[in-house]
């Protein structure tokens, strides 16, 4: 990346959230039963979750209050640039900020700090939302205040994502948001659908140097 004339380069390890031994759970919004009732039903298992076929209400860990990877607290207060997303947003992104040490050390670091919003839904998580829900659903879990940038793909052109219950993430009119919201260009020109990693980095680049 290039930015004001010098090639910028990152380096760095993965580490977990958490070392302990978690499970991730969901509150599903089942389809109705004879009567036309609707029931919320447990699921337990991220492979499950996402294949439960109802509209998830809730996730959350069990045990609920794991200790986060001390490694990972240090690299958070340490940063530039917090990033969350994008990824599936119940059963990747979310789980992450469920451990709550993490998500205070998110919370209290200096760092820019924001949320990539995917540029498609996912067939069994977000079917059907939008931007707004995007951000809806990382508030009721998390608070309001942990992400206050939002980067989200405005280009919706070319080919269609693919899959039954697949669309583009629809953007908000701009006057009905309360937080930073900021649109780019950041779709791949051969899969539309997702994140062009070269756009994405640069649009994070910028919102650092601005």
């Known amino acids: 990346l290039e930015e004001s004339g010098k090639v910028l380069t990152m380096r760095g390890r993965v580490m977990p959230s958490t070392l302990a031994q978690v499970v991730l759970s969901a509150e599903v919004?089942?389809?109705?039963d004879s009567a036309g009732t609707d029931r919320v039903v447990t699921v337990r298992?991220?492979?499950?979750?996402?294949?439960?076929?109802?509209?998830i209400q809730r996730v959350y860990l069990e045990p609920e209050n794991p200790p986060a990877y001390?490694?990972?607290?240090?690299?958070?207060?340490?940063?530039?640039?917090?990033?969350?997303g994008p990824g599936s947003l119940y059963t990747s992104v979310l789980p992450n900020l469920l451990v709550p040490?993490?998500?205070?050390a998110i919370a209290g670091?200096?760092?820019?700090?924001?949320?990539?919003?995917?540029?498609?839904?996912?067939?069994?998580?977000?079917?059907?939302y939008s931007l707004t829900d995007h951000v809806s659903a990382l508030r009721d879990h998390v608070g309001r205040?942990?992400?206050?940038?939002?980067?989200?793909?405005?280009?919706?052109?070319?080919?269609?994502?693919?899959?039954?219950?697949?669309?583009?993430?629809?953007?908000?009119?701009?006057?009905?948001?309360?937080?930073?919201l900021v649109t780019r260009d950041l779709v791949d020109a051969q899969y539309p659908w997702r994140h062009d990693p070269a756009k994405l980095a640069q649009a994070l680049v910028e919102l650092v140097a601005s």
């Open 101 to 104: 040490d993490l998500a205070q």
């Open 45 to 55: 298992g991220e492979s499950n979750v996402g294949s439960a076929g109802g509209r």
């Open 29 to 32: 919004l089942a389809a109705g």
């Open 109 to 128: 670091a200096q760092a820019v700090k924001v949320y990539v919003c995917n540029v498609a839904t996912q067939a069994g998580e977000t079917a059907g």
């Open 145 to 180: 205040e942990l992400f206050a940038t939002v980067l989200a793909n405005s280009t919706f052109t070319g080919n269609r994502p693919p899959g039954a219950g697949v669309d583009w993430v629809g953007l908000p009119r701009p006057e009905s948001v309360d937080y930073r």
């Open 70 to 84: 001390p490694g990972a607290i240090r690299a958070i207060l340490d940063a530039d640039l917090i990033v969350i």
